[in-house]
């Protein structure tokens, strides 16, 4: 058995990515079909680890692959900016004295008030020095993020939902130019669809295909935790492992990860390992926001939804069975 690292928190790579084996052959399959997804999954479900796995996986086909971290970008000059970097290795300032040599002696100020003015022209001039012609994939994660930023930096208008169609529409553009090769995976910690359906622009993202993630499968979040003891050289019985599962119920790496952390703790102040200890490290879980505040504020970028999102949640940790739609209802119009 392979040691791992006990990686809470950061993006889990080489070694110390776990698991997930049909969810990368299927993803795989979709992208080498010629499939762009969308990959939308709450935070720390695992979907940027995921996507750099993913990478790898084609990298190691011979295909060329790009991680692009939209939280970097709070306009459209900078996604330009980050994507220009990224797979060409340009600087955005030389490059647009470049194609546009009437402007000298430019700075990043003027670019963002040229580029208002000259957006179509940059926008064609991007999809020409992309590698179209070499299989590709572009990974854009946090696009909601983004998206959400652009709108609170519009300084006119933070609510001109109707500013960001030219920029979907463009991007949709790209992933349907005939015979390009290169693949894209669009990835959010919210939910697109329910973000571009609030703003009617659902249609700009209605080529990609819906890639889930959720927990580990099979006996992986077993393996998981025997990994993890391996590593800390600790002997986690059958029945600890179980308890320690059945205990999470919704076996995502990263609840796995930090409930043995916690486990670890106690045994080194000199807890023995057992039913209790397991019980006692839960509990000290759920005493520390810091895990779990993420699922909160993400909620902020639903706005005037964000009140009776809060009531569904609050009223599905209730109940282990769930709710049945109709009472899901009855809650929110009574």
């Known amino acids: 058995m392979n040691e791992i690292m006990n990686t809470i928190g950061r993006v889990a790579e080489g070694k110390n990515f776990f698991g997930r084996t049909n969810e990368i052959q299927h993803a795989i399959e979709l ?11 709450p935070r720390r479900v695992g979907k940027t680890s995921f996507a750099r ?31 220009l970097k ?4 340009f600087n955005i300032l030389e490059w647009l004295q470049n194609i546009m040599p009437d402007i000298k002696g430019i700075s990043i100020k003027e670019v963002s008030l040229e580029f208002n003015k000259r957006k179509p022209v940059l926008y064609q001039e991007i999809q020409k020095v992309l590698p179209h012609d070499k299989e590709t994939l572009i990974i854009l994660d946090e696009f909601v993020v983004f998206l959400n930023d652009v709108l609170k930096n519009n300084k006119d208008n933070e609510n001109d939902f109707i500013g960001m169609t030219p920029f979907l529409n463009w991007l949709k553009g790209l992933r349907q130019i005939p015979n390009s090769k290169i693949r894209w995976i669009i990835c959010s910690s919210i939910s697109v669809e329910s973000y571009l359906h609030k703003i009617n622009l659902t249609k700009t993202i209605n080529d990609l ?4 993630l959720d927990a580990l499968k099979g006996t992986e979040p077993e393996l998981l935790v025997q990994a993890l003891a391996y590593s800390k050289k600790v002997q986690f019985t059958d029945e600890h492992i179980k308890y320690m599962l059945e205990k999470l119920s919704w076996n995502l790496p990263y609840f796995i990860q930090i409930l043995f952390k916690e486990v670890i703790d106690l045994l080194r102040d000199g807890n023995e390992l057992s039913i209790d200890t397991i019980d006692k490290a ?10 779990f505040n993420t699922w909160t504020e993400r909620l902020s970028y639903y706005d005037s939804d964000k009140r009776f999102a809060s009531l569904i949640l609050q009223n599905l940790s209730r109940s282990k069975t769930g709710i049945k739609k109709k009472n899901i209802e009855n809650i929110l119009y009574v």
């Open 86 to 89: 990224e797979i060409k290795g």
């Open 31 to 41: 992208l080498e079909d010629g499939s762009n997804l969308i990959l939308a999954a």
């Open 53 to 83: 796995k993913l990478k790898e996986e084609m990298e190691n086909r011979d295909w060329q692959g790009f991680y692009i971290d939209l939280q970097l970008a709070p306009t459209e000059i900078s996604f330009m900016e980050l994507i």
């Open 209 to 212: 295909t819906p890639f889930k």
């Open 282 to 291: 839960y509990v000290n879980l759920l005493e520390k926001d810091l895990h």
